[in-house]
């Protein structure tokens, strides 16, 4: 293993955080601030409880994975679009690095990043909602893997992309709604019983469920299931990012 | 002298049909410079970029210090440096990361002495803590220099380093090229520039549509191909060859004097039979000279040649 190139990587991508703290950073702080207030404070002052929740409470593991599962895959996709983009990219492929070792540099840097706005977020949280987490360690472990996947996913984008609207497309028009209608803001049961049934054929309801059994100890859906969901979906990433590797799409020509 | 590159059999057929290599063979000894030279779609990066690793070979074989550049990759790609043709750089970034960054791609432990020490080498030791962005075009042709040197390879490619740059930093990177051989680095750079590489390389390579026509020694390949011209300066200037004279090929100087070509190699260059029958047919010299044809030359007939 090159650790020192995964290093070089991981640190080159993190640096590239620090210089562009407002966005990257403050700027979600700022918008689940926002949510808090509307959905919250606004409409939660009318809504009493969910399942035994404070709605303020309720929305919050949903606020988290609406947040890090959106920072997860456009860093990732841009930490290796940017690159692509202005042409660096000759340097990762001329060095002796091993795919998989380009991919933890990367993959590492965007989760590392999304994870932090994950765990900000809570922070936030605490100061608008009474918060207890049943069980922690199960906590952090979704959130970890939740930031590790999606980042593959956001790797994936980033190869493929050809321009930047491409790259903010998969982000925008297929994780934000998938987001939004898996459950961040209401539980599954409140919907009439055909939508529960097409709901469960959206992989992010599974996330959002696990989650939220991590923090209030009850689920839309079983946690085997939700564990299930991630790990498959962790594991076509890596068999796609394997197939960009092996064939060299759109990076070797 | 080692070999410390060995190309052979190299094809490459993109995906559209179009073959840019046709079975390329090279070998690099160690601590030379070499000077590939080709037109525009010559396969000239093709080839640069399959031996760094950017692209990949249809076939063939290349080894690196005897490394095995697709099985070995890490050992091959670790004794080359490559500065690529365009300025490729990340804006935002200072110089000194941006190095930093390239030592570590290739696994090399952070080693700011170091990095200072080739930044000196390339002028570039008071810009370190500037952003990318803020250099000139020559100043960030340097960084990419130092990025491809960081890492103490033993082979440096520059592609077409002094495409787009004015007279004076050409200059200076010939000079960076003739430190960096000093230090027993081997040079590889393409170019079309035939000034270049007859003020910088030891051997040259003409690569034309996706093959080698020829690798020599510069100076031989000047000598073998290089036509002689002899300049005859008459006291009289004449505006026609004179009848006597019509077997030898003789044209007319711009200030009526007569110009004499021939091969410098050939056994018999026909200087003598020429100067006595100057004399015969009453020319009167004044002063003679000669003059070789330069790389220059040779190049546009070989490529011309290639073409017909």
Known sequence: MNWNAIAAIYRFEMARTFRTLVQSVISPVLSTSLYFIVFGAAI?????????????????????????????????????????????????????????????GYVGAAATKAFMIGLIILITAHFFVDLTIAHPVWMLLFLVLTCISFALLGFIIGIWAGNFEQLQLVPMLVITP???????????????????????????????????????????????????????????????????????????? | MATVLNVKGVTKTYEGGHQALKGVDLEIEEGEILALLGPNGAGKTTLISIICGIATATSGTITVGGFDHAHDYREARNLIGLVPQEINLEPFETVMNSVRFSRGLFGKPRDDARIDEILKLLSLHDKKDNRIMTLSGGMKRRVLIAKALCHDPQILFLDEPTAGVDVELRKDMWEIVAR??????????????????????????????????????????????????????????????????SNYPLTISDEGGLIYSYDAQAGHTGITGLLSDLREAGLHLVDLSTRQSSLEDIFVDLVKEDAA
Request: aromatic content about 12%; charged content about 15%; proline content about 4%.
């Open chain 2, 180 to 245: 960096l051989k000093e230090t027993g680095v081997t040079v590889i750079l393409t170019t079309h520039y035939i000034e270049e590489a007859e003020a910088m390389a030891d051997r040259i390579g003409v690569i034309s549509k996706g093959e080698i026509l020829l690798v020599e020694e510069k100076d031989a390949l000047i000598k073998r191909l290089g036509q002689k011209e002899l300049l005859i300066e008459l006291d009289a200037p004449i505006d026609a060859v004179p009848e006597a004279l």
């Open chain 1, 178 to 253: 998938l987001v939004f209608l898996g459950g961040s803001f209401y539980s599954i049961s409140m919907l009439p019983p055909v939508w529960q049934t097409i709901t469960l054929f959206n992989p992010v309801v599974y996330l959002i469920s696990g989650f939220r059994w991590a923090f209030f100890g009850q689920a839309d859906v079983a946690l085997g299931w939700s564990v299930a969901a991630i790990v498959v979906f962790m594991a076509a990433c890596l068999f796609t990012i394997g197939w960009i590797f092996r064939t060299g799409y759109k990076l070797r020509s």
């Open chain 1, 44 to 104: 939660g002052s009318r809504i009493d409880q969910v399942e035994g929740v404070s709605y303020g409470a309720f929305i919050v593991p949903g606020l988290i994975m609406l947040t890090v599962l959106t920072q997860s895959t456009s860093n990732a996709s841009f930490g290796i679009y940017f690159p692509k983009f202005i042409g660096t990219v000759y340097e990762l492929l001329s060095a002796p690095i091993s795919f998989f070792e380009i991919v933890i």
